[in-house]
């Protein structure tokens, strides 16, 4: 049976592979390129940041799996909670292997759900950067072996807020120490234990892309290449020490499923906007009168108040970030629905049928309310600039998905205009009014980096040919190709195409 290798760098971005690869400073990674086929890794949707992980490891198009965000609306309970199964067929493609199949290890996977026993070995959440559910092995036994031979779990939660140069020092150093204790388990999970597909993803490269992409928050040049780039030196060193010794019947995978660039995301002012543009005549807002928390949030800094919520239980965390987000609305006045997002804005409307506390009538009044919105949303500017806020606002229908799930997604994506959203001070509509910025010259997470949409794959193996940048593969071809190699049939729902099989270049997420 041949094996698969996958190298996962989450949130990589692929320029700054090519340009460090060139520069010399990723030797490991040039090394695999010149041996096997470079494809840019497409997407045919730029704005649901949250759909890479859950497409790669199910191998269905985002609208028959339906994740996008970590924290998703339910519009029965008129709130957003942590995604798992069986709310949505969440299904990893190792789980269906059974004793007479491949035996599979997998090591820290984004955004996978509750762990399942299964042919093989899968840690969860032990150095990565999005989980959904608290961290843990199947057999559970795994995690007490790791902590006699490794030592603890090296993850960390991400610091909010802005941060200084020694900061930022700070937060260099322990993602390098993570990614080079994430390669030591790795290989010693390589070593010990019987494998023929084996599945690693470090995390490193997303947190580092969000905190370490430049000095200053507002200047527009890339990132700040002497902490970012030491980063991903880390994981270079981590491939090559774990693709060393492959032997010659291995397939080795290594890529990103999205990338990084500068944070243009407005979506922390998005519900006030929001606010503005569905107040009605009478001056009713759907958001009441604010509570105690509301005021901590408003007074407290995002920074401390993060630190304090990362020590709480996950639910309790989770009940915090919905909370601050859309707590206190009062859904009888409130036809617009701003959900979490990170990067783009999400909205639905709180629709009758759908919604169980829906006010807005299916029909005309649906689409009166999508085009106040969009209207309204392009109504606001930036005060200092006059330069618009918003450079398009996306209906479901402009997604060019299809599935059994589409209806957990938002009814409007709002994609913010490509300038550094810090440089705010306040936005303004000729008709709805100001909206502040929270942190003038900064931005209020702290994450001067965010997500694109493009990532890249290098392959390694008889399938492929050496030295060559071919067309574009879909995250969605991914696991079929790794069930292909690995001589499995494919399972009934998986959508994807193989790679290697000279098919036609498809669109695909």
Known sequence: MSRVFFIGLDAAEPSLITQWMSDGHLPNMLKLKKKGSYFPIGSKNDHLVGLPWPTFYTGKNPGNHGAYHYLQWDPQKMKSARID??????????????????????????????????????????????????????????????????????????????????????????LVSMTRQASRLAKNLMVHESWDLFLVVFSATHRGGHQLWRAEPCAERGPDDSLLLDVYKACDLAVGELTSQMSPNTTILLGSLHGMGINHSRTEILPDMIEKIITDKAGRKARQKPGRISLIKNFIPSKIRHEIKRRMPQTLQDTLTVFWRMGGVDWQHSPVISLLGDYDGYLRINLKGRESAGIIEPGCQFDEWIQKTIDGLHSFVDRDSGQPVVLDVLQHKDLNMNGACMDFFPDLIVEWQKTPACNHREIVSPIYGAVPWPTPGLNPEGRTGNHRSQGFLIACGAQFSKNEVLPPVGIVDLAPTIIEILGCPKPKDMEGSIIFQGRPVKEKL
């Open 85 to 174: 199964r069986p709310w949505l067929p969440l299904n990893p493609f190792w789980r269906y292997f059974d004793s007479n199949g491949p035996r599979a290890i997998v090591l820290d996977i984004p955004l996978t759900p509750t762990l399942e026993a299964f042919h093989g070995i899968e840690i969860n959440g032990w150095a990565t950067h999005e989980v959904l559910v608290p961290q843990g092995a199947q057999p559970r036994q795994t995690l007490d072996w790791i902590k006699k031979t490794i030592g603890p779990a090296p993850g960390f939660a991400e610091r909010y807020g802005n941060f200084g140069s020694r900061d930022r020092l700070v937060i260099r150093d322990r």
